[in-house]
């Protein structure tokens, strides 16, 4: 699938590939979508557009880590959006890759883009931001950041509640909670790493088409990079908080793992002498001192119980019990 975003002077239209052509005899401003569409028709629309030949190879890989480099007379950006984001971190991931000029946007994608979707729709944000391409390409990846935080914002009330059950009643399936979100917030991590670094790059290495010189493509794109900053931290702090849930957990499991052997001993140490006086009583030799005692019988259960009662008082003053 191919789309187009065409932009002359106050005058908006929406269409497909025929656009293209329409936008090179008449100049203006032009965003194409593509999504789907076969490698080699693919690969020959992208080289009309003077996209670079080693950047349609990355665009057009199915993984690509998020990656910036600028060709002159465009600049070549690799994000890592997303197509769902689950309560369970469970996260469709979706390569966008924006090939950027002064007066083209282009997004190659293997997917639905929450970003790319959220501004396609909206004319007003299109007649205000597609005259300057590098200003909608961070207004895109502006609202999937939003989107981003929001989500990781709702994950911290999961966690939070997590660790509220954890305390009343910590189960094997809570615990298998706390090592899934720790694992999926891992690799969410790495890809907030990454487009933190990417940003940093862009703001630190101006290019003619991300000029940081200009006000307004500076503090856009500033506010990419506060977002991918603050997903980074986030993302970490998730990840530690996790870890210590999990070390919380094994602490309490211990702790009650304690507290029944502690008892299970208790019970153990009092059994251990009543058991040695019957296993004594109870051998039946002739010449046993109490063999044919007449209140031997009662002597004997009276023994047991005052060391069974000894020991109950005993433990009871140590906090055993």
């Given at each position: 699938?191919?789309?187009?975003?065409?932009?002359?002077g106050?005058?908006l239209?929406?269409?497909?590939k025929?656009?293209?052509?329409?936008?090179?005899?008449?100049?203006?401003?032009?965003?194409?979508?593509?999504?789907?569409?076969?490698e080699?028709?693919?690969?020959a629309?992208?080289?009309q557009?003077e996209?670079?030949?080693?950047?349609?190879?990355?665009?057009?890989?199915?993984?690509?880590?998020?990656?910036?480099?600028?060709?002159?007379?465009?600049?070549?950006?690799?994000?890592?959006?997303?197509e769902?984001?689950?309560e369970?971190?469970?996260?469709?991931?979706?390569?966008v890759?924006?090939?950027i000029?002064?007066?083209?946007?282009?997004t190659?994608r293997?997917?639905?883009s929450?970003?790319v979707?959220?501004?396609?729709?909206?004319?007003?944000?299109?007649?205000r931001?597609?005259?300057?391409?590098?200003?909608l390409?961070?207004?895109?990846?502006?609202?999937?950041?939003?989107e981003?935080?929001?989500r990781?914002?709702?994950?911290?009330?999961?966690?939070s509640?997590?660790?509220?059950?954890?305390?009343?009643?910590?189960?094997?399936q809570l615990?298998q909670?706390?090592v899934?979100?720790?694992s999926?917030?891992r690799?969410?991590?790495?890809?907030?790493r990454?487009?933190?670094?990417?940003?940093?790059?862009?703001?630190?290495?101006?290019?003619?088409?991300?000029?940081?010189?200009?006000?307004?493509?500076?503090?856009?794109?500033?506010?990419?990079?506060?977002?991918c900053?603050?997903?980074d931290?986030?993302?970490?702090?998730?990840y530690e908080?996790?870890?210590?849930?999990?070390?919380?957990?094994?602490?309490?499991?211990?702790?009650?793992?304690n507290?029944?052997?502690?008892?299970?001993?208790?019970i153990?140490?009092?059994?251990?002498p009543?058991?040695?006086l019957?296993?004594?009583?109870?051998?039946?030799?002739e010449?046993?001192?109490?063999?044919?005692?007449?209140?031997g019988?009662?002597?004997?259960?009276?023994?047991?119980?005052?060391?069974?009662?000894?020991?109950?008082?005993?433990?009871?003053?140590?906090?055993?019990?």
């Open positions: 699938m191919i789309r187009t975003q065409y932009l002359k106050d005058q239209q929406t269409g497909g025929e656009q293209i052509e329409i936008w090179r005899q008449q100049g203006g401003a032009i965003w194409v979508d593509i999504e789907g569409e076969e080699l028709a693919e690969q629309l992208l080289d557009l996209c670079h030949p080693l950047a349609v190879q990355d665009a057009q890989r199915h993984r690509h880590p998020p990656k910036f480099e600028d060709f002159g007379n465009n600049t070549f950006v690799i994000y890592r959006g997303f769902r984001f689950d369970d971190i469970s996260i469709a991931h979706v390569q890759s924006f090939f000029s002064s007066n083209a946007l282009i190659r293997n997917g639905t929450y970003g979707e959220k501004l396609w729709g909206s004319a007003t944000d299109l007649q931001y597609l005259p300057t391409p590098a200003i390409f961070t207004r895109i990846v502006n609202q999937s950041l939003s981003y935080i929001k990781m914002l709702e994950l911290e009330d999961a966690i509640q997590m660790e509220d059950e954890m305390l009343e009643a910590p189960t094997d615990m909670r706390f899934l979100y720790r999926r917030l690799k969410l991590n790495r890809v907030f990454y487009h933190e670094k990417v940003f940093a790059e862009i703001m630190r290495e101006s290019t003619a088409v991300l000029d940081m010189n200009e006000s307004s493509i500076y503090h856009s794109m500033q506010d990419v990079y506060d977002k900053e603050r997903l931290s986030l993302g970490t702090l998730f908080q996790c870890g210590d849930l999990i070390e919380g957990y094994i602490s309490l499991t211990s702790h009650q793992l507290k029944t052997m502690q008892a299970l001993t208790v153990t140490a009092i059994f251990v009543l058991g040695l019957s296993g004594i009583y109870g051998m039946n030799f010449n046993m001192p109490e063999l044919h005692s007449q209140n019988y009662f002597v004997l259960l009276s023994v047991m119980a005052t060391v069974a009662i000894s020991l109950l008082i005993f433990f009871r003053r140590k906090r055993w019990l």
